[in-house]
């Protein structure tokens, strides 16, 4: 396994994450119109899960 494609690998995983991140975010704001912050805190454990994946590639 090369370097290279390994990081271009990271980059597709990171654009994809960001990509669902933002459409997760919005899509929650119309969930949790009166609790924003809940729907937030329930997703920002998720990113940290997905980055703990990208380590085990290493």
């Known amino acids: 396994m090369s370097n290279r494609t390994h990081q271009t690998f990271?980059?597709?995983?990171?654009?994809v994450g960001?990509?669902?991140?933002m459409t997760s975010s919005i899509f929650l704001s119309y969930l949790?119109?009166?609790e924003p912050m809940l729907g937030f805190l329930y997703?920002?454990?998720?990113?940290s899960i997905s980055l703990l994946r990208v380590s085990l590639y290493y």
């Open 18 to 21: 960001a990509l669902i991140f």
């Open 32 to 34: 949790f119109e009166t």
């Open 10 to 15: 990271i980059d597709e995983y990171l654009i």
């Open 43 to 47: 997703y920002s454990k998720l990113p």
